[in-house]
């Protein structure tokens, strides 16, 4: 008992390192769970401890049935352990495949690629518009200004923008030019702060912005031409709510992820704690009515052993039925009847 006890302090010790990592309430369900399976693991140590110490002490004492009924109490322990036992087996196994599987290496780095793919798909669009900017630049040099409008037109189209704008001034509320996609209606201003930055500082800035229909990347650049001085060059790519809502799907199921991977082991934890709890009571149970079963069957033939012997010393005793049990009532039946004939015989040759 010393050994047991001890070693099931030391469990308790490693456990309460497992749980730190736990919230609190699920720290008391966890050590919840230690506990009763220390319960029912004690439980039936003590079962099985006290119904084996019984029986060798019935065997050695030479009581009628005890052979009969230690062979009944192994076949049913054996036979609800055994199937019990590989069950354990299998299912630690495949837990600690499936926790293998799920907190792996490798399935981090696909969540985490994922994330860095779609983190890139903002940049590598936001380089590109910077490119086109350049090139819209350079294709607007002496253009004049009454023909800019058109010429934004046609190179919305050639690289496929979802908006040009053209701001002049430091303080323009509205673009003076402006060509957009179909799928657009109309695009969010740019602040003044923004294009005071960009056009007196002469800084290239990009920002995004949110709308009912998505995202909008947009790159703003400073612009002049020979006709036109101090404005601002805004090219917009538009990204739609059901790409925005996959790239959150990723960073949501990749933030989660991370949070539950220092509790891998603890969650590990509590499903072999419910799995030994289950095994537990499974055996617990089977080892109970084993042992239930095995004293129910071996009664009725103790007492039937008993009652031979009383007739052997000419008493002629009525065993009472066992309704529980048809096959044990035909026999007790039978020596019923055997008795009562035995003892009118008896009787008679007394006459």
């Known amino acids: ?195 005071r930055r960009v056009i007196q500082e002469n800084i290239e800035t990009s920002l995004v912005q949110s709308s009912q229909r998505g995202n909008l990347i947009r790159v703003i650049v400073p612009f002049q031409n020979i006709y036109l001085k101090g404005a601002a060059l805004v090219l917009s790519t538009h990204i739609p709510l059901s790409l925005i809502s996959k790239m959150d799907d990723i960073a949501l199921a990749y933030e989660e992820y991370r949070s539950r991977d220092p509790l891998a082991l603890p969650l590990k934890s509590i499903y072999l704690i419910i799995l030994v709890l289950m095994t537990l009571v499974i055996l617990l149970a089977a080892t109970w009515f084993g042992f239930f079963l095995a004293k129910q069957l071996s009664i009725p033939l103790e007492e039937l052993a008993q009652a031979t012997k009383k007739i052997a010393k000419g008493k002629y005793p009525v065993l009472k039925k066992y309704t529980a049990y048809p096959e044990i009532n035909i026999l007790v039946s039978h020596f019923n009847n055997m008795s009562r004939h035995l003892e009118k015989t008896e009787k008679e040759v007394k006459r």
Do not use: C
């Open 1 to 195: 008992m010393a050994v047991i006890f001890l070693s099931l302090t030391w469990i308790e010790f490693k456990l309460f390192e497992v749980s730190r990592s736990l919230p609190y309430v699920h720290s008391i369900f966890f050590f919840g769970l230690v506990n009763f399976n220390i319960i029912l693991f004690l439980l039936l140590i003590f079962l099985i401890f006290r119904n084996v110490v019984k029986n060798l002490s019935e065997r050695q004492g030479g009581k009628i049935g005890s052979s009969l009924k230690s062979k009944l109490i192994a076949a049913f322990v054996g036979f609800s352990f055994v199937p019990t036992a590989l069950m354990f087996l299998v299912s630690v196994f495949y837990i600690n495949n499936s926790f293998e599987k799920w907190f792996s290496e490798k399935m981090s780095g696909v969540l985490k690629s994922s994330l860095e793919v779609s983190n890139a798909y903002y940049i590598s669009t936001k380089k590109k518009n910077y490119h086109f900017a350049e090139e819209i630049k350079k294709a607007l040099e002496k253009t004049p200004t009454q023909k800019l409008s058109r010429s934004i037109q046609l190179l919305r189209a050639q690289y496929s923008l979802d908006g040009v704008e053209i701001y002049e001034g430091l303080s323009a509320k509205k673009p003076r030019i402006v060509s957009l996609s179909p799928s657009l209606k109309a695009l969010p201003p740019i602040s003044p702060k923004v294009l």
